[in-house]
Nanobody, 115 residues
Framework: QVQLVESGGGLVQAGGSLRLSCAAS????????MGWYRQAPGKQRELVAS???????NYADSVKGRFTISRDNTRYTVSLQMNTLKPDATAVYYC?????????WGQGTQVTFSP
């Protein structure tokens, strides 16, 4: 059963924008936080942005001021607005949802920076 569905990846150019979305299945109960990690080629997965159920946000230093995480009116969907993209944006972006039982992951969506 697919529990997190991501969308919005693609090809971007310098200074461009992209919006990622992630919809969580209602089978994931009592979500405490959702967010995004990314994994660039040859690098470890790193946190990009997170959003708690209490609306506290956290961003990687490298994306502060350029990326914004938000949720829609249902608590099961989060979006990541990425502006002023740079070459380091090239990565697979993974959505996650976390609750008392653990962490759930999406299948990943590719973002590729095109010079």
């Amino acid at each position: 059963q697919v529990q997190l569905v991501e969308s919005g990846g693609g090809l971007v150019q310098a200074g461009g924008s992209l919006r990622l979305s992630c919809a969580a299945s209602e089978s994931i109960f009592r979500i405490d936080s959702m967010g995004w990690y990314r994994q660039a080629p040859g690098k470890q997965r790193e946190l990009v942005a997170s959003l708690t159920i209490g609306a506290t946000t956290n961003y990687a230093d490298s994306v502060k001021g350029r990326f914004t995480i938000s949720r829609d009116n249902t608590r099961y969907t989060v979006s990541l607005q990425m502006n002023t993209l740079k070459p380091d944006a090239t990565a697979v972006y993974y959505c996650y949802a976390r609750n008392w039982a653990g962490t759930y992951w999406g299948q990943g969506t590719q973002v590729t920076f095109s010079p």
